[in-house]
């Protein structure tokens, strides 16, 4: 081996060597401090969803919810190791996956939502239902919607769209309840001789407002015979008050109809237990407690444009003066308060006089 001087008076060996040698000892470095780091980094395995509690929530019915079973991603130390220094990018990508290029079903539900972006939707049973919702109701098929609608209520998966999905049966069974349209809940009648609003209410068991109000009739007595109109055959609601929530639930045979938000009067005059619709007063007088009274209109009238009596029934002992009312003041819902007794909006009590009949149960719970 010949040694030769340099430019700068080192001497070094004639033979060309391999670029790459000079690189052996970082190449060593970066094996012994990043596989610990990938091992670790892979074996933490990604806790997965927890389970539903067996016992509802307070403030949320019961319903019937199927096992669901979620699929588990394995973790994976190569899929670390490429997404590592790059997860600006995978996030991306997983936003495209998850929701970054949303579906059909997913612009229906930010669109319906008002917001932007709105939550994810992780399932994607949950996704294809939701885009069945959408297509459902771009074509005007409402029941076919609500059914739907209420696959997705009694999942275990949907609990970010709940809300939303409760909202939308309300606003779908108030279009078909009051509407011209058909639903599984009403049949068509025809009127006979002999037929009055009072007899058609009591013989479907419905309300004669809500005769009234569904087919647009304004007075009992111009009910034309040979007319057909829409009567709500036998149904049969229920209405539980929930204390903790401050909500309120209308079932329509069995299945969810409507949430409410309500107001409560002091723990004692509102207690829990079942009751029953007894009877409805429009523009209420409010009983002032030293036994004066406050006439509908006036400021201090506190019972807004209906009330409703709720009278005990089974095992719950008798409450004095409970029942459901309206209120003027909106801001009074959602939380307690220190008069009046289960309060809603206007509006949500008016609606609740037409649908309920006389005899209707009424739950109130903790």
């Known amino acids: 081996m010949s040694l030769q001087r340099g430019t700068y008076g080192i001497e070094f060996d004639g033979q060309q060597r391999s670029p790459l040698r000079k690189w052996w000892l970082p190449a060593i470095l970066v094996l012994v401090i990043g596989a610990p780091l990938l091992l670790l980094r892979g074996c933490a395995g990604r806790s997965g969803p927890s389970g539903q509690a067996d016992e509802a929530a307070p403030g949320q019915t019961r319903y019937s919810v199927p096992e669901v079973e979620t699929r588990r991603e394995r973790p994976s130390i190569w899929r670390h190791f490429l997404n590592f220094g790059w997860r600006g990018g995978a996030a991306r990508s997983q936003q495209t996956v998850d929701g970054g290029t949303p579906t059909a079903g997913e612009r229906w539900l930010n669109a319906e939502r008002k917001t932007a972006p709105a939550t994810a939707v992780q399932s994607a049973e949950v996704k ?13 098929e409402l029941v076919r919607a609500r059914q739907v609608l209420h696959q997705i209520l009694i999942r275990r998966d949907a609990d970010d769209v709940r809300a939303f999905v409760e909202r939308k049966i309300g606003e779908i069974n108030t ?84 949430r409410y938000t309500v107001g409560l009067g002091p723990a004692a005059d509102v207690p829990a237990g079942t009751f029953a619709v007894r009877n409805k007063v429009t523009e209420p007088a409010y009983r002032l407690p030293d036994g004066g009274e406050v006439p509908f209109g006036h400021p201090q009238n506190i019972l807004g444009t209906r009330w409703i009596t709720l009278s005990a029934t089974g095992e719950t002992p008798p409450a004095r003066l409970l029942g459901l009312h309206g209120t003027w003041d909106v801001s009074s819902l959602g939380r307690a308060s220190d008069t009046g007794r ?25």
């Open 175 to 258: 279009a078909l309840l009051f509407g011209d349209r058909a639903m599984p809940e009403k049949v068509r009648h025809r009127v006979a001789s002999g037929d009055l609003i009072s007899k058609l209410a009591k013989r479907y068991g419905t309300t004669q407002a809500y005769l009234l109000l569904a087919n647009g009739i304004d007075r009992p007595d111009r009910l034309r015979i040979g007319r057909e109109i829409w009567v709500l055959d036998k149904p049969a609601f229920e209405l539980t008050v929930f204390k903790q929530t401050a909500s309120a639930v209308l079932v329509l045979n069995g299945q969810f109809c409507k």
């Open 342 to 366: 289960v309060r809603f909006r206007n509006a949500d009590i008016e609606e609740l006089c037409v649908l309920l009949p006389d005899g209707a149960a009424v739950a109130i719970v903790e």
């Open 128 to 140: 294809s239902l939701l885009e069945q919702v959408a297509r459902h109701e771009t074509a005007d």
